[in-house]
């Protein structure tokens, strides 16, 4: 540049040294302290020997597991299996639910049979009354006839439920031993095998 014996330098050129200046310096290699040809022998597992890699990665995997398909006890089961209701207990139902039906079948036997004396003895009862004693009114003719329909009435109606009770019997009975025949060899066989609760139904169908 003029004045200082420095000679001018082309826009080219200025450019060319300012690039130079802020390129990085040259990358620089240092040996580790703790290189492989220093440090402590390892593995092979790049840890120290002796050291295990893979029990905390175990554990992490167990843990999740279980966390996923719990221990396989009752406590675990989703919530759409459990139940309440066991076998023994529904089984004991049924057969209390048998025995009662039987026995309203026979009170309602019974009923019908003492409906239909007590029709006949108010028709024996008012026939004595006009007869023997004299007692021909209509409004008492009227009242023991509607006494002796209402009996006959009772009747029937005792006969129905008398049909209707021993068919509930009939079909409690049923559901009794077919409910036994269906579940008693699945629970057995689960027990059998030392399982807490037996596998769906949908994978034992087919």
Known sequence: MP????????PFEAMGMATA???????ITV???????SGPATSGT???AGTSSTSTKENSVSDAWLTKWGSGSVADMDAQHETEVTLDDTLDVLEE?????????????????KARDLRYELDDLAADLRSTHNVIGRLTGAAMA??????????????EMATKSLTA????ESAENAMFDAYRPLQQATED??????????????
């Open 3 to 10: 004045g200082t014996g420095t000679p001018r330098l082309s």
């Open 21 to 27: 200046a802020s390129a990085p310096a040259a990358p």
């Open 31 to 37: 040996e580790r302290a703790d290189s492989p040809a």
């Open 46 to 48: 790049g840890l120290p």
């Open 97 to 113: 639910l048998t025995a009662q039906s039987f026995k309203a079948h026979e009170t309602c036997n019974k009923l019908a049979a």
């Open 146 to 159: 509607k006494l002796a329909e209402s009996m006959e009435l009772l009747a029937r109606k005792a006969d």
């Open 169 to 172: 019997a009939e079909l409690s």
């Open 193 to 206: 095998a030392g399982l807490a609760v037996p596998a769906a139904r949908v994978h034992n169908e087919n």
